[in-house]
């Protein structure tokens, strides 16, 4: 029997080394390491095999072209009737492309996939599950009031099994629900080991170049952000979306993370219902709850997801710390940025907040990042401190300096013009955004301030 060969693998980002190490020199992680048995015994069997290949598996030799003799069309994209998965696509699923979707657990990444099966009426799908039964994907198509369509589902766990069906079934779209529970005959590690995901991600890589069949695969992300073990999933695919927010609020983000046919700058909102995903198309109008009375500590932003400006509502509650140091707590938007914005307010605008409790919350469980949110939220702890309300009709969208100076920001037409989209009435911005900035065509009132203290005179006095 032949020597078993092995190596030490980082669980974490995928490093290799031959011997085992207590910290990973590449990302830092302590204990990470695992060996993994890398021997690989006769290669040729298994493993997707092209009907162009020769005899054996073995392919004919690439040889190089001039890049103005390839032949190149427009590659034909299948457009599903979803249109939040289309756009972050880059405008539909691309022949032969592999897309690696990648969530926590229980975010409904699996509930995405087979409602997008559903709805793929007249095309042949191949649902592959390695984590629930048939039984179970029956009982969630059952809640999924989707069209009856052509999609098929099989429990299979094992790769060379997949292509051996696959090669009679001849799918027009296979899905891997997840990568982390296939198992390639090639690699003799357990199912969801680094060396283990990467061949099985090198194998469905392959049959989708070779069959021009494109595959969508799950792949589970774990506390810590990254692909579960591998990192190195993110390099090997052609697209990577992530499914994210906050499990236990119904809002559901689809974002481009790398894309080799489209924008990485895309995003789809869902929202989970009892029925399965709902696309949601007019995202602020759900962000902004109903109100009808003016509430202080209210007030509404401005944010760019991707390319798409939303309105958010973003909450604050200041009130006097009875037990001892205040606290700082957050929601959805970064908490340094929060002290960052407290202090501002302290010294530049004389609110005394060091004996505040001070709580912030990004309504709809989105978190923002867009620093275009510093007046909103700016305005909002004052209103909330002052307990003044600031009409609901008001929106803000500019960021915020240490010296209490209102700076601008990115794409102000678009913002402004979703804000009128929506009824608000006036909107302060900063005075640096109005440069080349043509109000005319506007109807929403437009402020330009430079300073914290005129948005204040503006709407609290
Ligand atoms: P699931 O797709 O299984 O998550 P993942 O594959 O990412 O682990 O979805 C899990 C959650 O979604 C589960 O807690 C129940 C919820 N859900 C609904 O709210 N409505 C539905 O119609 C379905 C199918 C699931
Ligand atoms: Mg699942």
């Known amino acids: 029997m032949a020597k078993l060969k092995t190596t030490y693998f980082c669980q974490n980002c995928g490093q290799q080394s031959a011997k085992w190490l207590g910290r990973c020199p590449s990302c830092g992680e302590w204990n990470t390491y695992v060996e993994e048995v890398v021997q690989k015994d006769e290669p040729e069997k298994g493993g997707w095999r092209s009907p162009s290949a020769g005899p054996g598996g073995i392919k004919v030799a ?13 590659q034909p994209r299948v457009h599903t009737t979803d249109a939040e998965l289309n756009r972050v696509l880059g405008g539909g699923i691309v022949q032969g492309s592999l897309v690696l979707i990648g969530g926590e657990p229980g975010i409904g990444k699996s509930t995405l996939l087979l409602q997008i099966a ?7 799908v191949l649902y592959v599950s390695g984590e629930e039964s048939e039984q179970q994907i029956k009982m969630r198509a059952e809640r999924l009031d989707a069209p009856t369509s052509d999609c098929h589902v099989m429990t299979e766990t094992s790769t060379q099994n997949i292509f051996r069906v696959v090669e009679h079934f001849e799918p027009e779209i296979l899905i891997i629900d997840s990568i982390q529970t296939m198992q390639s005959s090639l690699v003799e590690s ?33 506390k810590e952000g990254s692909l579960a073990g591998p990192k190195v999933l993110e390099h090997m695919v052609d697209t990577v979306l992530t499914f994210e927010g906050d499990r236990h609020t119904t809002y559901r983000i689809l974002r481009t993370t790398k894309n080799r046919f489209g ?62 140091t205040p ?45 275009a949110i510093d007046l ?20 803000f969208a ?16 678009s913002r402004i013009a979703e804000a009128e989209k929506l009824g608000f ?32 005179q503006g709407v609290l006095m």
């Open 263 to 324: 924008s990485t700058d895309e995003l789809g909102i869902y929202e989970m219902l009892g029925s399965g995903l709902r696309q949601v198309t007019n995202p602020s109008e759900i962000l902004i709850s109903q109100r009808d009375e003016a509430l202080s500590g209210v007030t509404i932003g401005s944010m760019l997801e991707g390319n798409r400006p939303l309105m958010i509502e973003t909450q604050a509650l200041v009130s006097v710390a009875t037990y001892g």
């Open 118 to 124: 559903l709805s793929l009426a007249g095309m042949r």
């Open 425 to 456: 009435k006036q909107m302060f911005i900063s005075k640096y955004n109005m440069k080349g900035l043509d109000t005319k065509g506007f109807k929403i009132n437009i402020k330009p301030v430079s300073r914290l203290d005129e948005v204040f």
């Open 62 to 74: 690439a040889k190089p072209k001039a890049l103005h003799a390839i032949n190149y069309e427009e």
């Open 398 to 413: 500019a960021e915020v300096g240490l010296g209490g100076e209102v700076r601008a920001v990115s794409r102000i037409e």
């Open 327 to 371: 606290q700082r707590s957050s929601t959805g938007f970064d908490a340094k940025r929060l002290n960052m914005l407290l202090a501002v307010l302290e010294k530049r605008g004389g609110f005394r907040l060091g004996q505040q409790d001070v709580f912030l919350n990004i309504a709809g469980g989105l978190r923002v990042e867009d620093p």
């Open 190 to 222: 357990g199912a969801g080991s680094v060396s283990q995901v990467r061949e099985c991600t090198a194998e469905f890589m392959k049959f989708a170049k070779e069959s021009g069949v494109p595959v969508f695969m799950i792949g589970h992300i774990t």
């Open 376 to 395: 909103a939220v700016c305005a909002a702890v004052v209103s909330s401190y002052e307990d003044i309300a600031i009409p609901p009709s008001v929106a």
